[in-house]
């Protein structure tokens, strides 16, 4: 799946939500298939794949709205 940059923020809004939901990047990263330190660098470059976005929604336990409203304010 390739990647997508979406707009400022939503680095910052996924590291919110994981904080938020009690979990640790390490424990994220190991969903995506990823390292702690590979998912650093997506949030703080605000790139991640829509398969890792769907991910991340899942394991924060996002709801709906908040998931459109999230990917409409930041793309």
Do not use: C, H
Not at 42 to 57: C, M, T
Not at 64 to 72: A, G, Q
């Amino acid at each position: 799946m390739p990647k997508v940059t979406l707009g400022m923020g939503i680095g910052d809004w996924v590291a919110r939500k994981i904080k938020r939901a009690g979990y640790s990047q390490t424990t994220i990263a190991k969903k995506l298939g990823i390292t702690q330190q590979a998912l650093s660098l997506r949030i703080k470059r605000n790139n991640f794949s829509y398969d890792d976005l769907r991910e991340i929604f899942s394991a924060v336990e996002a709801s709906d709205s908040e998931i459109i409203k999230v990917m409409r304010g930041f793309m």
